[in-house]
């Protein structure tokens, strides 16, 4: 079981998808305290389908949005440990904000980082994927709109950063059959928004991920047992039950206008 955890900004605001820096520096120090070594996703892919080994401790750390956070506070705890990440790129918005249509009004307004920024964290191992040009919910597009956001991302982090960018994360996890198709045509595999710790059994178009917010300090000595896993159906039980009551990241575009 290999833990995928989902960061976004690393920033001392008020929101749950976002991480303050001590309680990012508290959960470095925890993984490498036990022993966890980061890979990439395309090893964990690599590993999927054709069997190529991990470290037995083996965890991704992947970034969505890419905030500048990630660079300025994130990256120098982690390179301390001998870690990297995976970013997920906005192609449109690097070196501009989080402020994309459809984005929600409580969200404060934060920096992306640059290009520049990107390139260095290349340089130093970190991973790209794509992660649309600028953060719709794909499902809502027409076909030429959803396969330019899908495709033209990805060419732009290749341009950019010189590396493959074999990954994709869906904005808001949205997907139906025609997203699929795009990402299996032109991509090795995909980030999901779905709860849980990547296996053996799990689709390399849905890998599942842990919201940095579960990752408590003193959950990371547990990550290896069941009992994390446990844990893990319960919260996504109870964001499923969340989502019934609450709309979902199909009312935000709508809302925007
Ligand atoms: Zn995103």
Do not use: C
């Not at 409580?106 to 970190?126: N, Y």
């Amino acid at each position: 079981m290999i833990p995928i955890i989902t960061y976004h900004a690393v920033e001392d605001v008020s929101s749950p998808v976002f991480v303050a820096p001590a309680v990012f520096q508290a959960q470095m120090a925890a993984l490498a305290d036990r022993g966890w070594q980061t890979v990439t996703l395309t090893a964990i892919l690599d590993w999927l389908r054709n069997g190529t080994p991990l470290p037995r401790k083996s965890i991704a750390l992947t970034f969505d949005d890419a905030y500048e956070s990630v660079y300025a506070a994130a990256w120098p705890v982690m390179a301390a440990r001998g870690f990297t990440g995976t970013l997920f790129l906005i192609t449109d918005y690097m070196g501009r904000s989080n402020r994309w249509p459809g984005q929600m009004a409580s969200v404060p307004e934060l920096p992306l980082m640059s290009w520049a920024q990107a390139r260095e964290l290349a340089v130093a191992g970190w991973e790209m994927g794509a992660h649309t040009n600028t953060h719709p919910a794909l499902p809502l597009l027409p076909p030429d709109e959803m396969a330019q956001e899908i495709v033209d991302s990805q060419t732009a982090v290749r341009q950019q950063t010189g590396q493959s960018a074999r990954i994709f994360a869906q904005p808001y996890g949205a997907t139906n059959p025609a997203v699929e198709a795009l990402a299996r045509r032109h991509f090795d595999g995909a980030a999901s928004v779905r709860m849980g710790l990547a296996d053996a059994a799990s689709d390399p178009f849905a890998l599942p991920r842990v919201d940095a917010y579960y990752l408590h300090p003193r959950l990371i000595p547990h990550l290896e047992r069941p009992l994390f896993r446990r844990y893990l159906q319960l919260r996504q039980r109870l964001r499923q039950v969340r989502r019934l009551v609450k709309s979902d990241w199909v009312a935000k575009p709508a809302d925007a206008h």
